[in-house]
């Protein structure tokens, strides 16, 4: 549509700078598509033939694009005839076109029709088109804003008509002549006025001159992009010995003048190795064991990973790994009405992730099993258990159809290839080699494996629970089904006429009925979520019993449909081939096989490098899930192809790369560089890796290591989600933990957990108060500490228990000073003569204020539904204290006279000067006889008064300035005048203190029952487990 | 090192932590964040507005009963309009006049119905948006859109507050920058309307239960209910004596863990402080209202002053506003609860010149109907009555403070206010001007995400300069 205003010179430059960025990335598109034909049309790579192929559709891209490489890399002798025969080719494309009198397609226009086109055209166009017609938001896919556009047409026809200039379809449109349906453009507007549009007719049949400007830049090939080139692995010296990874990366150190670090300690490896292979910490047990190893450091490091990697907490740790990868969810996303949310059978996919890496399945073979299981396993065969491998693709996030299928095809793409496939949904892709054709034609592979299935791959427990199970859930099966008969019965007496089309009459009532049918099925899928009574079914997918040819979405859009999109494998993970339709039913196997493919440049490259970087925080291409142009380049391109061959090479297996990493001095290196100050300038960001890179505990790491610490952490293997971060707390490993897609848990994400919406290629790292809040304050945190002290208490040594189980190490001198200064220190402030009532500062009682000034007070006795109290009865009968209490909220009454006042006491906890404030407030305004507020402290005296008559609400009851003295007691006393009718008040005091702003008591947010305080072995502990020795890896 | 000077160096954040001074150098403000995401952000230009309090009236109020004055209504009463309706979500039939009157307020003028008596005592500083639109009738997606500024449910995209969280911190490391206040649950599609998505977790709105009346119940893990103050803050310097021990060399990591164990402390007292209304005196509590929503709304004031940088305070769980039926008594109740608060929120602002730098925005996902919903069988109930359905086409949503014209009305409606037709102007164009106003140029604010660049206006957008001041 049209807009009124008319643009000033500011937005016109704006539209101009605009219009350069679209361009850009139209040539690459352009670029891009006269690649691809080249590559199908041209496979000798002919580049002459190439010249003449691209010439009619466009000479100024085929000079642009020619390969002018290609030519020079050849043969001397053959060149010069190459390039004759090019040329003469191209003499023979120039002719054909004079003669055939049609549209001119120059390479270069006079000067005169640009000034045309700047003069008479490109105004016309800013004023009445490109408001609409501009980039990637075009209407209709349309762009008159560069040259290409014009040549392209619409998303649906061409606009410009080659043979016949006048018969332009624009030209139509912008007469309203209404041939040909042109829409009359523009919209809802009258025509342009006829000289403009014979301007424009003019400028058509000049075969539209438009300035050089567009194609002075010229993109490099992304077909050339490294990570699309075959893997090319260097070759070590042939006198070296000791680890490559070393090799490369000494080579780059010392090109670079920086140098590793110092190999680390003993202690230090074996709580990296274990935290990076278990993600559990070292027992004190296996530490000493691994100090007092005679053998050699190597020897004994490489005993340590053999048998770490044996141990059946590996495959729990680096299955968790690849559930970032897979976006692993326990729930399906977002679901209106109620229904429930949850996958009952998720976990059999982490189990099955589990026993691969335990397994070590080859890495080819584990991406296979996770896309096309069910073509490799029968269902009754032993090998069965496999098909759980599918849930990669199950697990998706629920929503439309076709973004379901996106999110499969980007989970897949972007997680076992680092490509962004998911770019080309709309468009082609602007940066990476991948076109909307190739994205539809893997599309086609998804959308033709949309047939769900749950198989059975392990019976459930026979027994009576299970037949008990059963029962309920057959009842609730047939709550279902009653109903809709009930209700087909009813329709079937209300509609004669359909009564004898029943199925006609359920889809009726399924209509009509809809939430109430949905409730009672929600009703069904929640007992059988809940109870876990079932067997373990794998989830997969299957393909459609007849593949359905699928189309290219215009711009995305399901509803506007373009060409056929052959199912076929990306061009440009296959260099120097062909891609060929695949020819097996979805074409997912193939597909599959494709991927993981020794030959796919990407495959290989991409998990190398994230196992690289689980172990050592960065990959060594940092942008692991990204290696498309956009992507970070390598920082040791020459390790990264070594590995990635390695690794093939070596039957993809993950263990033995593990042991070629863990071996290198590269990765056995202290995290500190005593020469750091001098390599940081040189290498801030440590790409070099001249020292280890710090890592502190990521979320499980630090769940799991404080419960196998405390040794409490429950070990058991596999089975069915818990919920973990929320009581009853589970003492089962974080890998078992409830993933909860659209309301994770704010804890997970607070520890930079990955997001279960999207694959997740590296977590972020980020350092927040909020974590700090539940290491030091969450009730899991405290249920270890206090577990921790009560059960590491030895008659010997505590201090030296409790390191050892913190840290698997004995405490230093020096820990032991801070230590026993800390202990006794925190002691005596935790014991306070042993009197204390609540878990702060405060007490709550009643008592008065004699007539000496002297207060005398007793503690409220009872505690009871959160408030403190005299006796359980409340009120006791027949006693002038009947109505006494103190509850969080302020909410009070005094007794009956002014001896039973009620009594907050406060005692200060160190020298200071306080200010105290609150508001005294009562409801029955009018009643009774009022209340009175008294201040009291030990040193002052009485040191406000404060009287709320019976004919107000409220009164502020404040002290400006009150010096104290440490254990000093503050009082403050409320007296029911003698009279306790209508004496229901509130009062919660704040006290804050003057020399030191920023602390406060408030009464409120203080308000504790009876003293539970941690005591202080049980504070030491919660220390231990808080402090950056345990919560970082070095 | 003594323990005080100790603990000065710690309270002091990284700079004066003793990192090499090349370091610091080197360190650039971009690694700074990555350490510290909340540390302040820089904008593109001169901010007008340094913090948002978005009022979130979920489900979708109606315009023509509340800032959108129709006259025509009261003569098209009970009869269908003119040409074919724009689809919405359910059938609707003959036009409804508004049974709420309508009157002019302030030295503006501005039409606003009895249904926001006190906010319209503010009418000169509200910066009315009558052409509002968005693209289809159904709740999902349009608060995804208004959230997110993406509407597939499915689509992983972070809400406006985690984007302004992250490209301008926080003014305040002692509390959450983003806090998304709701009584009762969470709206429909849930924590998805606060969430960061693709951004660092430390972007996500914290949401808080405001029917919670109790202080220490509303963060979780504010406080170690087990430890005096004093307890703690030995354990506390015990914790760091230990780090500072363990210091082998400048470890930024390192640096900042020790920094935040610090903010921790703080924010134990600091945000108590913030959450506790009944600090207030009497006079302010009673300017709001000692209600639920008067609560809320004085705790999104004590939270920007302490410098929050988003709030977003919803009506309540679900889609309370969703009057699909008998819109005079279900508009009355929610208005009678939302609208002292909010002017009080107004009249607080500007009485403490906060309004200056604070924007206010107010509105729904969409707007409602000004024809009469018909019974649909299966969908609403059958005694459907007076109320109004969904409406996209159309709706209103104001602005004030925080550098928008006030007392002006921008675009309008047809004649019925069913579709915007002046200045029409989308969600995206609001979006794009609200990080103008911010500071931001919406097309610049970016994340670097799956092979791209994300950015809350995805390709969309435009700001609308007619609105600021």
């Keep these: ?1034 | 090192m003594n323990r005080r000077d100790f603990l000065n160096r710690c309270g002091m954040g990284m700079g004066s932590l003793g990192l090499s001074p090349f370091l610091s150098e080197i360190m650039q403000a971009g690694e700074r964040r990555q350490l510290n995401p909340l540390s302040p952000g820089k904008t593109h230009f001169g901010a007008k507005a340094k913090r948002v309090i978005h009022i979130f009236a979920n489900g979708g109020p109606s315009q023509v009963d509340s800032f959108d004055y129709k006259p025509a209504l009261e003569k098209w009463h009970g009869k269908n309009l003119p040409g074919e309706h724009l689809k919405t979500e359910r059938k609707t039939g003959t036009a409804m006049q508004s049974p709420f009157a309508f009157q002019q307020h302030g030295q503006s003028g501005l039409w606003i119905s009895d249904l926001f008596p006190k906010v319209a005592e503010m009418a000169d500083d509200l910066c009315v948006i009558n052409s509002m639109h968005a693209n289809v009738p159904n709740h999902e997606p349009s608060l995804m859109l208004m959230n997110t500024g993406a509407e597939r449910v499915s689509l992983v995209r972070p809400s406006m507050g985690s984007w302004v969280t992250y490209g301008l911190g926080t003014e305040n490391e002692n509390l959450p920058g983003f806090v998304a206040l709701c009584p009762g649950g969470v709206p429909i599609v849930e924590t998805q309307n606060w969430r960061s998505a693709f951004l660092p977790g430390a972007y996500q709105g914290t949401h808080i239960d405001t029917k919670n009346s109790e202080v220490r119940k509303l963060i979780p893990d504010l406080r170690n209910p087990k430890m005096t103050r004093n307890l703690q803050r030995q354990q506390l310097d015990l914790i760091q004596q230990m780090n500072r021990m363990d210091v082998d060399d400048n470890d930024p990591g390192v640096e900042a863990r020790i920094h935040s164990l610090e903010l921790a402390y703080r924010m134990q007292i600091e945000a108590s402080d913030a959450f506790d209304v009944e600090r207030e005196p009497e006079s302010v509590q009673e300017l709001y209202g000692k209600t639920l929503h008067g609560r809320q709304m004085l705790i999104a004031r004590r939270l920007v002053e302490r410098g929050v940088r988003f709030v977003q305070v919803w009506h309540g769980a679900g889609q309370p506003w969703d009057s699909h039926e008998q819109i005079e008594k279900n508009h009355g109740k929610l208005a009678q609860e939302a609208d002292q608060p909010i002017g009080a929120l107004l009249k607080d602002l500007k009485m403490r010149g906060l309004l200056e730098d604070t924007l206010v925005v107010w509105g729904g996902e969409f707007g409602r109907t000004p024809t009469v919903e018909l019974p649909t069988p299966g969908a609403n109930s059958p005694n459907t009555a007076l109320g109004r359905d969904h409406n996209h086409h159309g709706f209103t949503m104001w602005m004030a403070g925080g550098g928008v014209k006030g007392g002006i009305t921008h675009g309008t409606t047809d004649e019925f206010g069913f579709r915007a037709e002046e200045d029409r102007m989308h969600v995206h164009d609001l979006h794009a001007t609200i990080l103008h106003l911010l500071g931001f140029d919406h097309e610049l604010l970016t994340y670097r995400y799956a092979g791209r660049d994300f950015r809350l206006t995805d390709v969309h957008g435009e700001v609308r300069h007619q609105l600021i001041a």
């Design chain 1, 1 to 1034: 549509m049209r807009k009124g205003g008319h643009s000033n010179a500011y937005q016109r430059e704006e539209r101009k700078e605009k219009e350069k960025g679209v361009r850009l990335h139209e040539i690459r598109i352009g670029y891009f598509e006269a690649r691809n034909k080249r590559k199908s049309n041209q496979s000798d790579a002919d580049p002459a033939a190439f010249f003449a192929h691209i010439l009619p559709v466009d000479p100024l891209l085929a000079c642009s694009t020619v390969n002018w490489s290609d030519l020079l890399m050849c043969q001397k002798s053959q060149t010069s005839s190459y390039l004759q025969s090019a040329l003469s080719k191209l003499l023979v494309g120039w002719v054909a076109l004079w003669q055939g009198g049609c549209l001119v397609f120059a390479s270069e226009f006079s000067p005169e029709q640009i000034e045309f086109f700047e003069s008479k055209v490109r105004p016309v166009l800013v004023e009445n088109c490109l408001d609409c017609h501009t980039g990637t938001k075009a209407r209709v896919g349309l762009e008159l804003n560069h040259r290409q556009g014009w040549l392209r047409g619409s998303d649906y026809r061409k606009v410009i008509n080659e043979q016949e200039p006048a018969e332009s379809i624009i030209l139509h449109a912008i007469r309203h002549t209404g041939k040909h349906d042109a829409p009359r453009m523009p919209e809802d507007s009258e025509p342009i006025a006829e000289d403009q549009a014979a301007d424009i007719e003019a400028w058509i049949k000049m075969g539209l001159p438009w300035p050089e400007e567009q194609l002075t830049e010229k993109p490099d090939d992304p077909f050339q992009h490294w990570s699309f080139q075959p893997v090319n692995p260097p070759s070590l010296p042939e006198e070296f010995t000791g680890n490559a990874i070393d090799y490369f990366v000494e080579k780059r150190q010392s090109a670079a003048g920086v140098k590793r670090a110092p190999r680390a300690d003993r202690y230090t490896l074996l709580r990296r190795l274990t935290l990076d292979l278990t993600g559990l910490p070292p027992s004190w047990k296996e530490m000493k064991a691994f100090q007092e190893d005679d053998a050699s450091d190597q020897e004994a490091l490489l005993a340590a990973i053999d048998r770490l990697l044996k141990s059946p907490h590996y495959g729990e740790r680096w299955a968790r790994h690849w559930m970032d990868v897979a976006r692993y969810s326990d729930t399906k996303g977002y679901e209106a009405g109620g229904r429930d949310r949850r996958f009952v059978y998720s976990y059999t996919y982490r189990d099955w992730l589990i026993r691969a890496f335990q397994d070590d399945i080859p890495f080819d073979q584990f991406l296979l099993y996770q896309l096309a299981a069910e073509q490799l396993v029968k269902g009754d065969s032993p090998d069965k258990h496999h098909l759980a491998a599918m849930g990669f693709i199950s697990l998706s996030k629920n929503g439309k159809t076709e973004l379901v299928i996106d999110d499969r095809l980007d989970t897949t793409f972007r997680g076992m290839m680092g490509l962004t496939v998911s770019c080309a949904r709309c468009h082609d892709h602007k940066f990476d080699p991948v076109s909307t054709k190739e994205y539809y034609g893997i599309y086609g592979v998804f959308a033709n494996s949309m047939q769900k299935a749950e198989p059975l791959i392990r019976d459930p427990e026979p027994g009576p629970k299970l037949e008990e199970y059963r029962k309920k859930k057959g009842e609730l099966e047939k709550k279902v089904t009653d109903f809709i008969n009930s209700k087909v019965t009813e329709m079937a007496k209300q509609k004669p006429e359909l009564a004898k089309k029943r199925p006609e009459l359920v889809k009726e009532v399924e209509r009509n009925f809809r939430g109430k049918i949905r409730s009672l099925r929600t009703a069904v899928d929640k007992f059988v979520a809940d109870q876990g009574m079932e067997g373990d079914r794998a989830l997969i997918v299957k393909d459609l019993p007849k593949a359905r040819p699928q189309h290219v979405y215009i711009r995305g859009n399901p509803a506007r449909r373009g060409e056929v999109a052959p199912s076929q494998f990306l061009q440009a993970a296959l260099p120097g081939k062909t891609p060929v339709p695949f020819e097996s039913g979805s074409g997912r196997l193939e597909m599959a096989k494709a991927i993981a493919s020794a030959d796919n440049p990407l495959t290989a490259r991409v998990i190398v490098n994230r196992i690289w970087m689980w172990h050592f925080g960065e990959g060594i291409v940092r942008t692991v899930s990204d290696f498309g142009t956009q992507g970070e380049k390598p920082d040791h391109p020459e390790l990264l192809e070594y590995l990635a061959d390695w690794f093939v090479e070596n039957g993809w297996s993950v263990k033995k790369l593990h042991r070629l990493i863990l071996q290198s001095e590269t990765w056995a290196q202290q995290a500190a560089n005593p020469s750091g100050d001098g390599f940081l300038p040189i290498d801030p960001e440590n790409r070099l890796l001249w020292k280890f890179p710090r890592k502190r505990l990521d979320l499980e790491q630090l769940r799991d290591g404080m419960l196998a610490v405390t040794g409490e952490l429950d070990r058991k293997l596999y089975g069915r989600t818990e919920k973990i971060l929320e009581a009853p707390y589970s003492l089962r490993r974080s890998v078992y933990g409830f993933i909860d897609r659209q309301n994770l848990n704010p804890v997970f994400r607070t520890f930079d957990f990955s997001n279960p919406q999207e694959t997740t290629g590296k977590r972020p790292d980020t350092t927040i108060p909020m974590q700090a809040l539940f290491t030091l304050n969450s009730e899991f945190s405290r249920k270890r500490a206090q577990y921790l002290a009560v059960n590491t208490a030895v008659n010997e040594d505590r201090i030296a228990s409790l390191h050892r189980a913190v840290f698997a190490r004995p405490p230093s001198d020096e820990d032991r000073q801070l230590a026993e200064s800390f202990l006794s220190s925190y002691h005596s402030e935790w014991n306070r003569d042993g009197k204390r009532q609540t878990n702060s500062e405060w007490s709550y009682g009643y008592g008065n204020i004699s007539e000496g000034g002297a207060v005398s007070f007793t503690a409220f006795p009872h505690w009871e539904k959160d408030r403190w109290q005299i006796s359980a009865e409340y009120p006791l009968k027949d006693d002038p204290r009947s109505y006494l209490r103190a509850e969080a909220s302020g909410n009070t009454h005094p007794g009956n006279t002014d001896k039973e006042s009620v009594i907050y006491q406060w005692q200060a906890p160190t020298d200071m000067t306080i200010r105290i404030s609150g508001m005294l407030r009562r409801d029955a305004v009018g009643k009774g006889n009022g209340l009175r507020a008294k201040i009291h402290s030990e040193a002052g005296g009485i040191v406000g008064e404060f009287d709320l008559t019976e004919k107000s609400r409220s009164i502020s009851c404040g002290v400006d300035s009150l010096v104290v003295k440490k254990n000093e007691l503050v009082h403050f006393v409320l007296e029911p005048k003698n009279n306790t009718a209508f004496d229901s008040a509130n009062w919660a005091p704040l006290i804050a203190r003057l020399d030191k702003p920023g602390e406060q008591w408030s009464f409120r947010e203080d308000f504790s029952g009876p003293a539970d305080l941690m005591d202080s072995w049980q504070a030491y502990a919660q220390a231990l487990l808080n402090s950056n020795r345990f919560l970082f890896i070095d």
